[in-house]
């Protein structure tokens, strides 16, 4: 069965630091990859997805992420993280075929001011 | 206004007592589909829906019904409800799943306790 793992269970980090937070997924199909970020309270918003093409996608509030096919790798990136990136952090991979969505586990991000 | 919305927010019940939570999505979208969110687990997919009249189990479907009568609603039924279905529960919606440019809408969630 596909499985998404994310290897960081809680980061804490200061402001202007910078973020990697890891992403694996087990499925040697054809995925979409997606991260989504869950503020406290809130539910979960689309930061990036990757479906094709360049491997490198650009998001919203200044995060990117690499898809590294030959890893099955889509690591989360942002070059100085603020006060506000403090939240929970998903990725996920849909697999085309049978139209189910895998959630990895979370990242909580703490940052501090 | 595109949005998934969820009834009830919040609901506090007990063990075997039937309950509905429902989903409505007003973007005519295709896909739809259920989660529950534990600490330490992630988001987890209960039931997916790929059309109307179509639904498929996703990874922890075991106490959970669904139906997809029509596009824009699809309610989540535990027809005997125990603790460990005590959780927080997304509805999300899509025109399809992994179309370009066409993400994931999230409902507000459903917090649900069982005594």
């Known amino acids: 069965a596909q499985s998404v793992s994310q290897h960081n269970h809680h980061v804490i980090l200061s402001e202007a630091a910078s973020l990697e937070l890891g992403c694996n997924y087990s499925?040697?199909?054809?995925?979409?990859l997606f991260w989504y970020v869950q503020y406290p309270g809130q539910h979960l918003q689309l930061l990036l997805k990757y479906f094709s093409g360049d491997p490198l996608v650009k998001g919203i509030k200044g995060f990117e992420a690499e898809f590294i096919k030959s890893k099955f790798s889509f690591n989360l990136r942002k070059p100085s993280v603020q006060w506000s990136d403090t939240a929970e952090y998903f990725c996920?991979?849909?697999?085309?075929?049978?139209?189910?969505?895998?959630f990895g586990q979370g990242t909580t991000l703490q940052v501090k001011p | 206004e595109a949005q998934v919305t969820q009834n009830p927010r919040y609901l506090i019940t007990v063990t075997g007592k039937k309950l509905t939570v429902t989903c409505s999505q007003n973007m005519n979208h295709e896909y739809m589909s259920w989660y529950r969110q534990d600490p330490g687990l992630g988001l987890r997919q209960i039931y997916y829906?790929?059309?109307?009249?179509?639904?498929d189990k996703g990874d922890v479907p075991e106490g959970y019904k669904v139906s997809r009568k029509e596009k824009r609603n699809f309610p989540l039924i535990l027809e005997s409800p125990s603790p460990n279905q005590t959780s927080l529960y997304f509805c999300?919606?899509?025109?399809?799943?992994?179309?370009?440019?066409?993400?994931?809408?999230f409902g507000d969630g459903t917090r649900l306790s069982i005594l």
């Open positions: 829906s790929m059309n109307v009249e179509v639904t």
């Open positions: 996920a991979a849909f697999e085309r075929n049978t139209g189910k969505l895998i």
């Open positions: 999300a919606s899509s025109l399809r799943v992994g179309y370009s440019n066409q993400p994931q809408h």
């Open positions: 499925y040697g199909g054809t995925v979409n």
